[in-house]
């Protein structure tokens, strides 16, 4: 798993994209959003139908592209308003994303508990 250092800002992008290209078609796509993909941040990626991911990101010594596809379901996008290109992200929300949990309706979990023993 990823775990990036707290200076490194993670991008997703909310437009999707073809997963057939590689890290060119990605960094080409980043600036056309307006970023720099030289900077070293990490630049998230989603197909159409939202069940492919691509990551992308330049260490100083090379491009890193890592692809994931989800066996089932889909990757769930947070929140945002519907004129934004991109959003600004933090590693757990990643991880989170990475993992296909829904982003945009957290869920509490409860517990039942359990009788004492021996009542």
């Given at each position: 798993m990823l775990s990036p250092s707290p200076a490194v800002r993670i991008f997703l992008a909310l437009e999707p994209v073809d997963?057939?290209?590689g890290h060119q078609s990605l960094s080409g796509k980043a600036r056309r959003l307006?970023?720099?993909?030289?900077?070293?941040?990490?630049?998230?990626?989603?197909?159409?139908r939202r069940f492919m991911t691509?990551?992308?990101w330049y260490d100083g010594t090379g491009w890193c592209v890592t692809k994931k596809r989800?066996?089932?379901g889909t990757f769930q996008l947070p929140t945002v308003s519907a004129d934004?290109?991109?959003v600004v992200i933090?590693?757990?929300t990643l991880s989170a994303l990475l993992?296909?949990?829904?982003?945009?309706a957290p869920?509490?979990?409860w517990y039942r508990r359990t009788p004492p023993i021996g009542s």
């Amino acid at each position: 798993m990823l775990s990036p250092s707290p200076a490194v800002r993670i991008f997703l992008a909310l437009e999707p994209v073809d997963m057939r290209g590689g890290h060119q078609s990605l960094s080409g796509k980043a600036r056309r959003l307006g970023l720099e993909p030289l900077d070293g941040h990490i630049y998230v990626f989603l197909n159409r139908r939202r069940f492919m991911t691509a990551l992308l990101w330049y260490d100083g010594t090379g491009w890193c592209v890592t692809k994931k596809r989800l066996s089932k379901g889909t990757f769930q996008l947070p929140t945002v308003s519907a004129d934004t290109r991109s959003v600004v992200i933090d590693s757990a929300t990643l991880s989170a994303l990475l993992q296909g949990l829904d982003l945009r309706a957290p869920r509490r979990r409860w517990y039942r508990r359990t009788p004492p023993i021996g009542s």
